[in-house]
């Protein structure tokens, strides 16, 4: 079913995304709203769609610079619905509060994007520059679909973007005290020692792989990988699963199988931490087998253009003096700086992401599209 612009605000555009049940990777006609709002502002509209996921990229004007405005429309599952005070997917207001699933990750963003583009647009018909938006409807779920597809369709054309703004929920205490202008990569070892299964009375006709890979455990948890650096923490190592043996007291098992994941910066790479993990491992004379997966790299934007401009752009709509920072987990950002030189997240608070009654104050709506709008005119129009 076609769906036509209605003009709506952006409080109005938040409620009718929040209404469509987009748990990932379904996206539940979100972009179709969206398009409805971009095409008539001149917005080519390109679905790249992959195995269920349904990823936007429109843009309008061929010139440079070219700044993008980046999200997804799915949500995480509810849970139990009766642990919620209100149905997720029907947008309630109450006591200047919007609650419902994806309210504050991140729908709002969404539509803010929208309606601070559309009002740019009507006010700059003929601005120099270009502005695009990517969308994906599997950003919550495995990632496998979404922005990555359409990075690596855009790369293989030669489309670069000059600047991406991605829509995460990055304020903590208060709307506009924090962006991200990066975050830590991210990857994950499978390690499988070897022993030999046996009788616990009879432990010298056995090798315990628990009792060998518990020093090698202790060397690699105590181990300094680097420092960190300007913007970022130290790389942490930590084990996510440990499992062994058969369930039975009396038998010492054969294999003992370790998970673990790096959070590292911009002071490590996967080649470094692999080596010196394998170098840890070869010191205790295991008998081992480790599967790796990089399950994202780390990005940085450092102090520059875009941080300028994003700065300001938080000071002059909220007076609020932001704060640079590349903590928590991973987003879509991690792809898109591929393609992009300058990448930076900034939304609205974070408090209840992924939590039941997930929402956000109603008083940030509003400016949180003037802030997008604002970054348009300062990177386009120079003023």
């Known amino acids: 079913m076609k769906v036509h612009s209605m003009e709506m605000n952006t409080l109005e555009l938040t409620q009718q995304l929040i209404a469509r049940p987009s748990v990932s990777p379904e996206d539940a006609g979100c972009l179709e709203l969206v398009i409805a709002e971009l095409k008539p502002l001149g917005f080519e509209c390109e679905i790249i769609a992959a195995n269920g996921t349904t990823n936007l990229w429109a843009r309008r004007g061929r010139a440079a610079p070219l700044i993008c405005f980046a999200g997804h429309t799915d ?3 509810t849970g139990p ?51 695009a938006v990517m969308f994906t409807s599997d950003e919550e779920g495995p990632a496998t679909d979404g922005t990555v597809k359409v990075v690596e369709a855009l790369a293989k054309r030669g489309e670069k973007l000059d600047y991406c703004i991605v829509g995460e929920p990055t304020s903590v205490k208060q709307f506009g005290d924090m962006i991200k202008n990066g975050r830590r990569g991210s990857l994950t070892g499978i390690l499988t020692v070897q022993g030999v299964q046996g009788h616990v009375a009879y432990p010298h006709m056995a090798k315990n792989p628990i009792h060998d890979v518990a020093p090698a455990i202790a060397e690699l948890a105590a181990t300094e990988w680097d ?23 009396n038998v010492i098992p054969g294999t003992a199988r370790v998970q673990f994941n790096f959070r590292f910066s911009t002071a490590s790479t996967v080649e470094s931490l692999q080596t010196q993990v394998h170098g840890i491992l070869d010191k205790h004379d295991l008998k081992y087998d480790l599967e790796w997966r990089q399950d994202g790299r780390p990005f940085l934007t450092a102090r520059g253009d875009l941080v300028d401009v994003v700065t300001k752009a938080i000071k002059e709509v909220t007076g609020v003096d932001t704060e640079l920072s590349t903590t928590g987990g991973t987003s879509d950002g991690r792809f898109i700086a591929d393609i992009c030189p300058q990448v930076i997240e900034f939304g609205p608070t974070n408090a209840t992401i992924h939590k039941v009654n997930e929402c956000l104050p109603v008083a940030e709506v509003e400016p949180l599209q003037k802030i997008y709008r604002r970054i348009l005119e300062l990177v386009l129009l120079k003023r």
């Open 75 to 77: 949500v995480v599952p």
């Open 81 to 131: 619905l009766e642990n919620w005070n209100i149905d997720p997917f029907t947008p309630t207001i109450k006591d200047g509060i919007l609650y419902g699933r994806g309210a504050s990750d991140m729908k709002t963003s969404i539509a803010a994007f929208v309606v601070a583009i559309r009002e740019f647009v009507r006010a700059n018909e003929y601005h120099p520059g270009s502005i």
């Open 227 to 249: 420092r960190g650096n300007e913007y970022f923490p130290p790389t942490t190592w930590q084990i996510s699963n440990f499992t062994a043996g058969t369930g039975a007291n």
